[in-house]
């Protein structure tokens, strides 16, 4: 039943993308329901989660050391020293994964049933919506490199494919392709990793290099580990990691991914795509374990990140740039703990993020919805009453992401402080930095929520944005948003409260489930620390709080005449992202069209134009110089098959002397 889980979502694709394709006439093809399409296409999805649901109850039965179910689909690579199946394999680290994915995703597709309401093609929609589902069931079931590879490869082309979806808009178009590029950049550090371990190792199979890895850990193995290409390997794909996971430097793909519509930034940000570096990186922790050098770099960047995405989160306008930079910050944390050899704290990141940050997305899909297509949270306000539904849910997720408890993201941001700290690879500085981006993030997140939810409404003189997906609303005023949407909110916030009970401290289930995969002896888990453990739990709280507390007294009774009163050069750069973009520009995008151009005209026109020309030219003269031999006349034939005849006999004559 293992290959199910990704057949499922495949065979949405295929259908809806059949019935857009060629289910109807021409004329009629736009006018397809979003409810036909949205329930099959959420029906597949659903029936993946059910088997996800009954391989973890199978996993959940056996021992812990015998905890996985493999299942080769059909022989793949056989090609010298290349034997590889293409196979699935799920355990103890992988079935959450796909539990997260399925289970938010299903959320996810009832919920666009709703919001693609009055799209006009939303049979393409929810087929590219399975086919992202599909790559990333392909990406954590995978038994090997090469078939992480593939999903991870889907996903990208499926995020180009989403977050470009209306794309006769040219800013929407543009932020697919920069998705598309930044993500292939990545991807090259990736498949160099890929290949350094195969020259190294001559496997590409998980389980065969865990093996390797451990038969050489005993002391007095058989077999020799170069550290250093270990080191090279880890930093090769944590290039592939900070393209899909979007961290500096390759991060500024993901807030433009924003033009996709909602459901496609709460798929992508929440439960899938941009986590597939964690898995990764947790997939193969007897890596990096090895590596203090990789581990480090990982720790660091994720930390950097984390604080540097939550500057710019606090001076954006767009609800939905302010959650993209929240989860380049989330994501930030991640890799902290992954650096810091705390691979159980960041999974269990992931899963309770996937809760709260999908909460929070189409929480922010529902108040667009609402609010006729505004996006600017400076034109907001006062939502409580006239969204209470989505006001209720939305909070839930705002708090879980601040860290309050005992709400989830409260659980894994302290676990994931903690070990920054105590870890032998942490550090007091690397804890500094997390912490004070926990408070920089209870800070923003409770700018948006006040300036969206509370205080009086500033949205009197509200006009409908022409983004190329009107929802038909008049301009009668703001509405809750239809049972399609409201019910993912409200199981989504459920899921935010009590998510953290999976991983209490010193009483983790969570820990003890992944022991399988992530050996308890390579976790960063510090004995004889509890007064401290519990003392930094309360500044971290206590700086959470003094965020929120900052923010509600800044932003409770904001004037939209205020907007333009804030800080002057420093707010002004974080606004403006720390002028990234415009860098890139000017070092990066700018030098390659410059450079493309002059081999246009000069390499390509010039040179490789007339080189094809020249040859059409010789083509050309040759046939008109070999017509003049064809003159119909018999006897001018004979002639020539004679002295054919002769040279052929004078040559062979000539060899034979």
């Known amino acids: 039943m293992l290959a199910l889980i990704p057949l499922f979502p495949l065979i949405g694709f295929l259908i809806n993308g059949s019935w857009y394709l060629f289910g109807q006439a021409p004329e009629g093809r736009q006018k397809a329901s979003s409810q036909v399409t949205g329930l099959i296409g959420t029906f597949f999805i659903f029936m993946s989660f059910l088997v996800s649901v009954y391989l973890f109850l199978q996993l959940f039965a056996m021992d812990g050391e015998h905890r996985i179910v493999q299942q080769v689909v059909f022989p793949w690579i056989y090609v010298g020293a290349v034997h590889l199946d293409f196979a699935f394999r799920v355990d103890s680290l992988s079935t959450l994964f796909t539990l997260v994915i399925t289970g938010v995703g299903t959320l996810i597709h009832i919920y666009s049933i709703g919001y693609m309401s009055h799209d006009e093609t939303p049979g393409k929609?929810?087929?590219?919506?399975?086919?992202?589902?599909?790559?990333?069931?392909?990406?954590?079931?995978?038994?090997?490199?090469?078939i992480l590879f593939l999903g991870w490869e889907g996903v990208g082309l499926c995020s180009y494919l989403l977050i470009g979806y209306w794309y006769t808009d040219e800013d929407k178009a543009k932020a697919g392709k920069k998705a598309f590029v930044v993500n292939r950049v990545g991807d090259l550090g990736f498949l160099l990793g890929m290949f350094l371990i195969f020259s190294t190792f001559g496997t590409l199979d998980f389980e065969a290099?865990?093996?390797?890895?451990?038969?050489?850990?005993?002391?007095?193995?058989?077999?020799?580990?170069?550290?250093?290409?270990?080191?090279?390997?880890?930093?090769?794909?944590?290039?592939?990691?900070?393209?899909?996971?979007?961290?500096?430097?390759?991060?500024?793909?993901?807030?433009?991914?924003?033009?996709?519509?909602?459901?496609?930034?709460a798929l992508i940000h929440a439960a899938t795509m941009v986590t597939s570096g964690i898995y990764m990186i947790a997939r193969l922790n007897f890596f990096y374990s090895l590596s203090p050098t990789a581990l480090s770099v990982v720790a660091t960047v994720g930390a950097v990140t984390a604080f540097f995405a939550a500057t710019i989160a606090i001076a954006q306008k767009d609800i939905k740039k302010v959650l993209a930079y929240s989860t380049v910050s989330q994501l930030g944390y991640?890799?902290?703990?992954?650096?810091?050899?705390?691979?159980?704290?960041?999974?269990?990141?992931?899963?309770?993020?996937?809760?709260?940050?999908?909460?929070?997305?189409l929480g922010a899909g529902s108040v667009i919805h609402g609010m006729h297509e505004e996006q600017n949270i400076l034109k907001m306000g006062g939502l409580r009453s006239k969204m209470p539904k989505t006001f209720l849910t939305f909070a839930i997720g705002w708090l879980a992401i601040c860290g309050i408890p005992?709400?989830?993201?409260?659980?894994?941001?302290?676990?994931?402080?903690?070990?920054?700290?105590?870890?032998?690879?942490?550090?007091?500085?690397?804890?500094?930095?997390?912490?004070?981006?926990?408070?920089?993030?209870?800070?923003?997140?409770?700018?948006?929520?006040?300036?969206?939810?509370?205080?009086?409404?500033?949205?009197?003189?509200?006009?409908?944005?022409?983004?190329?997906?009107?929802?038909?609303?008049?301009?009668?005023?703001?509405?809750?948003?239809?049972?399609?949407?409201?019910?993912?909110?409200?199981?989504?916030?459920?899921?935010?409260?009590?998510?953290?009970?999976?991983?209490i401290p010193h009483w983790s289930w969570l820990e003890h489930w992944l022991e399988p995969v992530i050996p308890v002896h390579e976790m960063a888990a510090t004995a004889g620390h509890s007064d401290m453990e519990w003392i930094l739990m309360a500044v971290s709280v206590i700086g959470a709080i003094c965020g929120i507390a900052w923010a509600l007294q800044k932003y409770r009774n904001f004037k939209p005449e205020a907007a333009g009163a804030e800080p002057g050069a420093l707010y002004q750069a974080m606004e403006e992202k720390w002028y990234v973009d415009e860098i890139y520009d000017a070092l990066i995008v700018k030098p390659i069209h410059r450079l493309s151009e002059v081999l246009w005209k000069v390499f390509d026109i010039q040179i490789i134009d007339r080189i094809v020309v020249g040859f059409g030219r010789i083509s050309l003269w040759s046939g008109e110089t070999a017509r003049v031999m064809q003159t119909g006349s018999i006897q001018v034939y004979a002639l020539m098959l004679l002295i054919g005849l002769i040279a052929t006999a004078g040559y062979l004559i000539y060899v034979w002397v």
């Open 334 to 361: 991640m890799f902290l703990a992954c650096g810091v050899g705390a691979y159980t704290a960041g999974v269990f990141h992931v899963i309770t993020h996937a809760f709260f940050k999908a909460l929070l997305f």
């Open 406 to 503: 005992p709400f989830s993201g409260f659980f894994s941001k302290d676990e994931i402080l903690w070990q920054a700290f105590s870890s032998p690879t942490g550090s007091t500085l690397l804890w500094g930095l997390g912490a004070v981006t926990a408070v920089m993030t209870a800070f923003y997140m409770t700018r948006l929520f006040t300036l969206t939810f509370l205080g009086t409404p500033r949205f009197e003189g509200h006009e409908e944005h022409g983004h190329g997906h009107d929802h038909g609303h008049s301009k009668s005023g703001v509405h809750e948003s239809p049972t399609f949407m409201t019910l993912p909110l409200q199981i989504l916030a459920i899921l935010s409260a009590i998510g953290g009970l999976l991983s």
């Open 125 to 146: 929609f929810f087929a590219y919506l399975n086919l992202f589902c599909f790559a990333m069931l392909m990406l954590v079931l995978g038994a090997s490199l090469p």
């Open 209 to 265: 290099l865990r093996s390797l890895l451990a038969e050489a850990g005993h002391i007095g193995g058989a077999v020799r580990i170069d550290l250093e290409a270990v080191t090279a390997i880890c930093l090769l794909l944590f290039v592939g990691c900070m393209g899909k996971s979007a961290q500096i430097p390759l991060y500024v793909w993901l807030p433009d991914a924003m033009a996709g519509p909602t459901p496609v930034s």
